[in-house]
Structure formats: C-alpha cells, structure tokens
C-alpha cells in the first residue's frame, strides 16, 4: 500500500490522562520525520468545530513528555455528537487539507472517530483515559499513573487509618470500570474492594457484606480497615454512616478525585504513548486508514475502528479472584 498523505491533524479528547503530551509528541516528531505537516487541534472535538487549530513543529512538543495533562488541552462536546457536528467536524478538516486525524481519547472519542471516519476522513486512534475502559486494548495510556497516584495516597490513608482504628472508604476514579480499584485494593492490601462489574445494585446488601466481613476481621484481631470503593458505586458517605452505626468502627471517607488525573506520568505510560503514537505514524506511512492502536498479549497492535469499537472485555477472572482471595481473612 502506498501512502498518499501529506498533512495530518491530532488532537486529545474527553477526560485528560497522564501521558498523553507523550502521545501527541511522538505523533508530532514521527509524522515530521515521514515529511508529514502537522496541525494541532485544540480542546479535542469541540475546538474542532470552533476551528481552534494551529500549526506544530518539533519545537512545539519539546519539554512535555514529562508533563501531565494534555497541552492540547481538552473537551467534551455535545455539538460533536449531533450529525450537524460531526459534518461540520469533517468540512473543517478538508478546509484545512487535512489527511489524516489522530484522536487521543477513550471509548467515547472512538465513537466520535468513527462517526467522522464516515463522513470520509481517515481516522487514528491511540487510547488514553485513567479508566482501562477501552475493550480492544489491554493498556490505555494515564491508567498506571493514576493508579500510582491512588496507591501512594491510599497507602497514607492506611498510616493514619491503622494508628487510629478505623475505617477507612477510598473512593477512586471509575465510572463504569473498576480496574483502578482492583489494581489498587490489590496493591494496598485493602480489606474490601467494591467495582461496578460487581455489584448488584443493592447498596444495603453491600453494607452488610462489608459490616459482617469487619465484625469477622475483628475477631481475629484486626483494628483497622481498608475499603476501596470505585466512583461508579459511589455512596460512600453514607456506608460509611451505616458501617459506623452498626459496627461501633469510626469510619471516615477519602474522594480521590481528579488528583488521579494530574501529576508527571509514569514511565509505563510515557513508553507505550510513544510506541503507540509512533506505530500509528507508521501505519500511515504505510497506506492504512481508520485504525485504532492497541495493547494486547504484549505487543502494539491495531484494529479496523468498527472492529475495535463493537469489542467487549470483561475484568480478567483472575484479578476478581485475588482480590477476593487476598483482601479477606
Ligand atoms: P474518558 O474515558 O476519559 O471519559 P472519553 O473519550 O470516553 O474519555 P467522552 O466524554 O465519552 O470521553 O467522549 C469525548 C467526546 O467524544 C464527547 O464529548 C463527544 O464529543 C464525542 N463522543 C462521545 N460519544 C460519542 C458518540 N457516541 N458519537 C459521537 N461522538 C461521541
């Protein structure tokens, strides 16, 4: 196959993720190194329609691979996810010459992708979001410094937690995926560990569980508490009211929040951004379209984006079994 493009467009995409600026530097450098211009979108889809885009060079990445955030900065828009928004989105692009867009986002930003992969423009996508949510991959980049960030704060949560005694309900970032819960209540010896995939809707059902899983850990001699508990749950005010009411163990709520987004990335996620942004740049060179870069069974992979985006996963039994196994006297 033989590559007919001479200018491409990144841009980053719904919530920011640790890593990215990594991204969108080897997208930038290994596009310059084929010959490629390259445009900058900024803020994601919604700086698409407003037709915020710039010019980049070498020079305009140098100094950000160790920075956390997205220099391109990002957005959510709703104006993209209308039919208006996405031929807009496509118009402005051929306006520009644009040949090829890389999207730097999770599943959402795929979808958003694929929608103007349809009004004919050629489409990459890297993943990143904290969440691991994306089905076709098993990395996303920003989940291994997100979850660095929560495990070294909840590991401080513990000092105070075991000097103490009490309870202590963690809540980190999750919508509808608990993998940094699982990585972390792994990582931390939480007692409990509670994700979306499974629970069961019944919060007081919960309560239970997690007071009758205290009273039979402080039988055998246990004086404190780790519970980690994912946003998409939530709730954690009140099982921490119900817990202190019916266990007698004070119990105190930390929100992780967007603490879990910031900070300098891991060199986890600085190496696969690269890897993935320079494989995306020589899928182009080689004639590919409408790609989406992956991680799967070691290696960086890519699929055709309709194939990626109608992919499921499911936590790997494996962590959902240790988690039980370990976590629980
Ligand atoms: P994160 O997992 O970090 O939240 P994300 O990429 O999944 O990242 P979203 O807010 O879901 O974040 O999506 C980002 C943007 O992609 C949206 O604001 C919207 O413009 C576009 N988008 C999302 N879903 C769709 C869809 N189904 N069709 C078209 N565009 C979409």
Do not use: W
């Not at 290994?30 to 010019?55: C, N, S, T, W």
């Not at 100094?63 to 993209?80: E, H, M, P, Y």
């Not at 919060?203 to 039979?216: F, G, N, P, R």
Request: glycine content about 10%.
């Amino acid at each position: 196959m033989e590559s007919n493009i001479k200018k491409i467009a990144v841009l980053t995409s719904g919530g920011d993720a640790p890593g990215m600026n990594a991204a969108v530097r080897a997208v930038v450098r290994g596009a310059l190194k084929q010959g490629f211009k390259v445009l900058g979108v900024k803020r994601g889809y919604q700086g698409l329609l407003e037709d915020d885009i710039v010019e980049m060079d070498a020079a305009s990445v140098s100094d950000i691979i160790q920075k956390g955030g997205t220099v391109l900065k990002t957005a959510r828009s709703s104006r993209f996810a209308t039919k208006e928004g996405v031929e807009t989105g496509a118009r402005i692009l051929r306006e520009h010459e644009v040949d090829a867009l890389v999207v730097i986002g999770g599943d959402g930003s795929f979808r958003g992708a694929l929608d103007l992969s349809r009004e004919g423009i050629n489409l990459f996508c890297i993943p990143g979001t904290i969440d691991l949510d994306v089905a076709c991959t098993d990395y996303t980049i920003g989940f291994d410094t997100a979850c660095n960030t929560a495990m070294d704060a909840i590991d401080k949560i513990r000092d105070t937690s075991s000097s103490h005694g009490r309870c202590s309900i963690i809540e980190v970032m999750g919508r509808s995926a608990g993998y940094i819960a699982t990585h972390c209540g792994i990582a931390t010896g939480a007692e409990d560990v509670l994700i979306p995939e499974l629970y069961n809707g019944d919060i007081e059902e919960t309560i239970q569980k997690l007071c009758d899983h205290i009273e039979a850990n402080k039988g055998a001699g246990k004086t404190h508490f780790l519970v980690v508990n994912a946003e998409g749950i939530g709730h954690s005010e009140y099982m921490a009211e119900k817990i202190q009411e019916k266990t007698g163990v004070k119990t105190v709520v930390t929100i992780l929040g967007y603490i879990q987004r910031g900070g300098s990335p891991s060199c986890r996620d600085r190496f696969m951004a690269t890897m993935m942004g320079v494989h995306t740049i020589d899928l182009m060179a080689m004639g590919y379209s409408n790609r989406v870069v992956a991680f799967k069974d070691g290696e960086i992979v890519d699929y055709d984006i309709q194939k990626a985006l109608r992919m499921r996963k499911d936590m790997p039994q494996d962590i959902t079994r240790v988690t039980r196994l370990l976590v629980r006297f």
